[in-house]
């Protein structure tokens, strides 16, 4: 919800407030103040640190790779999970599922395991998605 942590003084990790609390009334802060914020107080020198964001909706891709993050976490499209929602849902995102890469940011967009609306998939199987990171120093 727009804080940041250190675990283990290894990681650098955003979590960002959905974007659904704007339609609620409530705040999503930029990236960047985040980012900026944890410059100024963290303990350790965060530029020396892999950069991880979680950002449930996969939407202004450009604001992680902007920051200088090197993965975001995603999830909300649950790939379109019922025909034809599919083809919407990849319409409506720079990118919908799996993998990506932009510019020096990496992506990862999950399906998810659970649903929302009526229990059935007919699209986008579920999952849980196991991420293994390796970063070069």
Known sequence: RDEWALPGDEIFLVGREDR?????????????????????NAAVDIDSLPFVVMDHQPFA?????????????????????????????????????????????????????????PPVRTSGRPEIAVITMNFNE
């Open 20 to 40: 659904t609390a704007l339609h609620m009334g409530g705040v999503r802060k930029s990236l960047a103040d985040i980012v900026s914020d944890a410059g100024a």
């Open 61 to 117: 891709l450009n604001e992680a790779e902007e920051a200088g993050a090197a993965l975001q976490l995603s999830g909300h499209t649950h790939r379109g999970q019922l025909f034809p929602f599919n083809f919407i849902v990849a319409k409506l995102y720079e990118h919908h599922y799996g993998l990506y890469k932009r510019g020096a940011t990496n992506y990862y967009i999950s399906s998810g395991a659970g649903t929302w609306g």
